[in-house]
């Protein structure tokens, strides 16, 4: 808005107010006493455009982004603690109870015991939250002594962590709420009801699903993988208690009999063919070829809670592994056993199977 408005443009202004038999050339007493006054009116203006900027939601960022979205009820989803199922056994390798609240760490991470699943299995609260409490499998170490604890085992991811939610995130939740109003149970009002679940990446709305009243609820982790059974018992409990269905216990309005269910993974076989540069081994490329293929796949599942169907497109692989370096050429790529694309069902996700690479 303000670009003209620069340090000679501003200069150029005030030199022309000042009568012309008076010196004004660079250097006079006129131009050295204008200059600094110029320099930081264009300071003043670079610093209002911004300020402009902040002042809108399509343009905000940071603080200023949360103020205007606050103004509407929507504020920025925390960081959420990643939930492990974590495994201990005694000298002889059978399950052994540990006393809840005690504590195990793994590198730089440190894990809190908060509920039992099973003999010697419990459900571990990382206590740094973000997504780096999902990573790492192998041995605990006991921060406090445990008696009769020989071994601990941290295991699968019950419930993702997730990062402090980003700018976009946001400013795309906020302008959601603004278009789409939620109401009174409409599927708006559903999704809306699902961004603050601590584990959920995405939701699909199905309304009516077996009869009027009724509604199914598709989930996806925040992972962007199929959701354990203990987020969907949690995400059941929160959004209409099984015991108390239909009954306005939980989020759901009254009279809403509410399913929650997880995606379902659909494994994908590819298969192809490469014509590799000169001195090129396929060693040297398999790796990198199996880390676009996953990161394309990764890529559909991120879109699935906004796409009807999936479908993985022979097309979009050829074109990330030609991207390789080191190969010159693709052909022949299959899917699944087919050269077609692959569609998926409305509550499926592709995750990466085998990947067969031959050498032409």
């Known amino acids: 808005m303000y670009e003209h408005q620069t340090f000679r443009n ?60 606050a103004e509407y009820g929507i504020s920025r989803l925390p960081a959420t603690a990643a939930k492990r199922r974590g495994l201990f056994f005694n000298s002889n390798q059978a399950p ?46 006991p921060v406090d002594y445990v008696a009769g604890l020989a071994r601990a085992e941290v295991a699968e991811v019950l419930v993702p962590g997730e990062d402090e939610e980003a ?13 789409e109003q939620p ?23 199905f309304p009516a699903w077996q009869g009027g009243g009724t509604v199914k609820c598709t989930i996806i982790a925040s992972d962007f993988t199929v959701p354990s059974a203990p987020l969907l018992a949690e995400v059941q409990s929160w959004i209409d208690p099984v015991a108390s269905s239909g009954m306005g216990m939980g989020q759901a309005p009254i009279g809403h009999r509410v399913t929650i269910a997880g995606v379902q993974a659909d494994a994908v076989q590819v298969e192809t063919t490469v014509v590799l ?10 790796e990198d ?3 676009v293929i996953a990161g394309y796949l990764l890529s559909l599942r991120q879109a699935w809670p906004e796409e009807a169907q999936l479908t993985v497109r022979l097309s979009q692989i050829e074109a990330r592994v030609l991207g390789v370096e080191g190969v010159e050429d693709v052909t022949g790529t299959r899917l699944n056993g087919a050269a077609a694309n692959l569609t998926l069902g409305v509550e499926h996700i592709p995750v990466a199977g085998t990947v067969t690479i031959h050498v032409a």
């Open 10 to 69: 501003i200069l150029q202004r005030m030199l022309d107010r000042v009568p012309g038999d008076v010196d004004k050339r660079e250097g006079s007493i006129v131009y050295d006493a204008l200059a600094p006054a110029a320099l930081e009116l264009a300071s003043a203006y670079a610093e209002l455009d911004v300020l402009v900027n902040l002042s809108f939601a399509d343009t905000a960022s940071g603080t200023f982004l949360e103020r205007r979205t």
């Open 96 to 141: 052994i109870d540990v006393p809840l609240g005690s504590r195990f760490s793994i590198a730089s991470l440190t894990y809190a015991a908060v509920r039992k699943l099973a003999a010697g299995q419990y459900e571990l609260a990382c206590e740094t939250p973000g997504t780096s409490g999902n990573a790492g499998y192998g041995a605990l170490l």
């Open 289 to 291: 070829i199996a880390g």
């Open 277 to 286: 540069a000169a001195g090129m081994t396929l060693g040297q490329v398999q």
């Open 183 to 205: 109401f009174g149970g409409n599927v708006a009002d559903y999704k809306r009801k699902f961004d603050g679940i601590a584990g959920v990446g995405g939701v699909k709305v």
């Open 167 to 179: 700018d976009e995130s946001l400013r795309q939740r906020y302008l959601l709420a603004i278009n």
